[in-house]
Nanobody, 125 residues
Framework: QVQLVESGGGLVQAGGSLRLSCVAS????????MGWFRQAPGKEREFVAA????????VYADSVKGRFTISRDNAKNTVYLQMSSLKPEDAAVYYC??????????????????WGQGTQVTVSS
């Protein structure tokens, strides 16, 4: 089992920045690929970014590429999502997720085994 707890969400003006954190407990964090997803009201949960176990490989949704950065600190069992140049369309509940069965990182939310409870990000225009 893996427990994931997100934090760092809030209200920010368009163009502003936020950093989300996700702390993992319950099993070896370093053996899990980690992802961030988001879900806006009335929409499906969508992929945002993912990072490999070592942190050496990352992948981003086209909509956030160049504005968001995913990183991890295995010593702190934490994955981060630095969000910059935020837009109103970035507003959503953001979830972190863990996946440990694949060699490669994936955008497919169905491949992730464990999910946090989510943190709300609101962007005012």
């Amino acid at each position: 089992q893996v427990q994931l707890v997100e934090s760092g969400g809030g209200l920010v003006q368009a163009g502003g920045s936020l950093r989300l954190s996700c702390v993992a407990s319950g099993r070896s964090f370093s053996s899990s690929n980690m992802g961030w997803f988001r879900q806006a009201p009335g929409k499906e949960r969508e992929f945002v970014a993912a990072i490999s176990r070592s942190g050496s490989t990352t992948v981003y949704a086209d909509s956030v590429k160049g504005r968001f950065t995913i990183s991890r600190d295995n010593a702190k069992n934490t994955v981060y999502l630095q969000m910059s140049s935020l837009k109103p369309e970035d507003a959503a509940v953001y979830y972190c997720a863990a996946e440990s069965g694949l060699v490669y990182i994936t955008r497919d939310r169905n491949k992730y085994d464990y999910w946090g409870q989510g943190t709300q990000v609101t962007v005012s225009s």
